[in-house]
Nanobody, 117 residues
Framework: QVQLVESGGGSVQAGGSLRLSCAVS????????MAWYRQGPGKQRELVAQ???????TYTDSVKDRFTISRDNVKNSVSLEMNRLTPEDTAVYYC???????????WGQGTRVTVSS
């Protein structure tokens, strides 16, 4: 029943921008922490950005000041604006809903981002 669907991925040249969106159904995100993860070629999955129910945000150092995570509780969605992209940002990006009390997260199917030099 719970479904997270990412969109907005694609190919862009270095220095460009993309905006990813995650539409959530089957669960209300209002009181949930939301996050974006990514997995690049030959790399481990890493947390990129996180936004709590109180709208507090956290970013991994490599994207700080370039990416912005936001949420729209009315639309039940979360977005990731990515600016000044570099080839190191090339990855499959996953939206995640992080429940409280150590419950496992819900994952989207992922959307591919390719940044060319």
């Amino acid at each position: 029943q719970v479904q997270l669907v990412e969109s907005g991925g694609g190919s862009v040249q270095a220095g460009g921008s993309l905006r990813l969106s995650c539409a959530v159904s089957g669960i209300i995100i209002n009181l949930k922490t939301m996050a974006w993860y990514r997995q690049g070629p030959g790399k481990q999955r890493e947390l990129v950005a996180q936004i709590t129910s109180s709208f507090n945000t956290t970013y991994t150092d490599s994207v700080k000041d370039r990416f912005t995570i936001s949420r729209d509780n009315v639309k039940n969605s979360v977005s990731l604006e990515m600016n000044r992209l570099t080839p190191e940002d090339t990855a499959v990006y996953y939206c995640a809903l992080l429940p409280p009390y150590k419950q496992p997260p819900y994952w989207g199917q992922g959307t591919r981002v390719t940044v060319s030099s």
